[in-house]
């Protein structure tokens, strides 16, 4: 049986979900997205998801024609529709088709499209010794210029710094801010434990205000731990004893080498550990 996907209100196979070329999401990514995941048929923070979609629409100036409650419906009937219970989800919305020309005020018709998917992950070895990753040379967007918390279809900036990362043979690659401070990885929130503190950039540093980042701080503060949210450098990567990544598909994922240099022990560290058990533990609703 096909997948089907959500698109124009109705549930269309995965071969027939078409938009226009002339939707200013394709002609100039212009529009927003998200990415959310589902454990044993819950859907992991789904308000937290919609409403980042909808902030992220409303920084970009697009009315989404649907209320959040129908939108979380939407996703909820789509992964039912499919029969999943463990999945990823992607909800986008386009600002819709228009003139080849830029100006969003000729578009009309904004699509709302859900597609419910088996997730793929970093493959198990990585969560077992950690990844290796390399700093980007392709900074993270000036805030000013985009900001980092809209989730927008126009991802060139990360995707340029994924380069740099897989053709170093890593992948995930760090991203410094503007200011050169570090912000996060490509497609992840970043954070290091150092002497027992659990430390990550702050929203301000230019980053997306992760929904895995957020659960993992109260996770990480319900298990006694300090969290600090402050400006990072790199020195500080590379002096810390631990660092992982957190993010939807990833969950809480060790990092073990920045640019060829062994963190800490250069092993998976004992809290990146547990909050990776306790995690995973918490998605599937069970006691952690
Ligand atoms: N930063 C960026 C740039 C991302 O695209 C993502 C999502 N893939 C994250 C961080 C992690 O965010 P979340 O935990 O909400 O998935």
């Known amino acids: 049986m096909s997948l089907k996907v959500y698109i124009a209100g109705k549930f269309v196979n995965k071969e027939d979900a078409k938009i226009s070329v002339y939707d200013h999401g394709l002609l100039y990514g212009d529009g927003v997205f998200e990415g959310i995941r589902s454990y044993a048929g819950q859907v992991f923070r789904l308000t937290e998801h919609v409403d980042r979609l909808f902030e992220s629409a409303r920084a970009i100036h697009l009315v989404i024609p649907m209320t959040r409650q129908e939108v979380a419906q939407a996703i909820i009937d789509t992964l039912a529709v499919n029969n999943f219970t463990d999945a990823y989800i992607r909800a986008i919305v386009t600002r819709g088709a228009g003139s080849l020309g830029l100006d969003p005020r000729k578009t009309t018709d904004p699509q709302v499209i859900i597609i419910t998917d088996t997730i793929s992950l970093y493959p198990e070895e990585f969560y077992e010794n950690g990844l290796a990753i390399i700093t980007a040379g392709t900074i993270r967007n000036h805030p000013a210029a985009l900001s980092p918390r809209i989730k927008s279809l126009n991802y060139l900036n990360n995707i340029m710094a994924k380069i740099e990362g897989t053709n170093a043979g890593c992948l995930e690659a760090l991203m410094l801010n503007h200011a050169g401070y570090v ?16 430390h990550t950039p702050s929203i301000d540093a230019g980053i997306l205000d992760g929904i895995t980042r957020g659960a993992v701080i109260d996770l990480a503060t319900e298990k006694g731990l300090a969290v600090v949210e402050r400006t990072m450098e790199r020195h500080d990567i590379l002096t810390a ?12 994922i060790p990092v073990t080498k920045l640019d060829g240099r062994p963190i800490g022990t250069g092993e998976v560290g004992p809290t990146t550990k547990m909050l990776r058990g306790a995690f995973q533990k918490m998605v599937r609703g069970e006691a952690y």
């Open 183 to 198: 912000a996060e990885c490509t497609g992840d929130n970043i954070f290091i434990v150092k002497k027992g503190v659990v």
């Open 241 to 252: 004893d631990e660092c992982f990544l957190t993010g939807t598909a990833a969950e809480v």
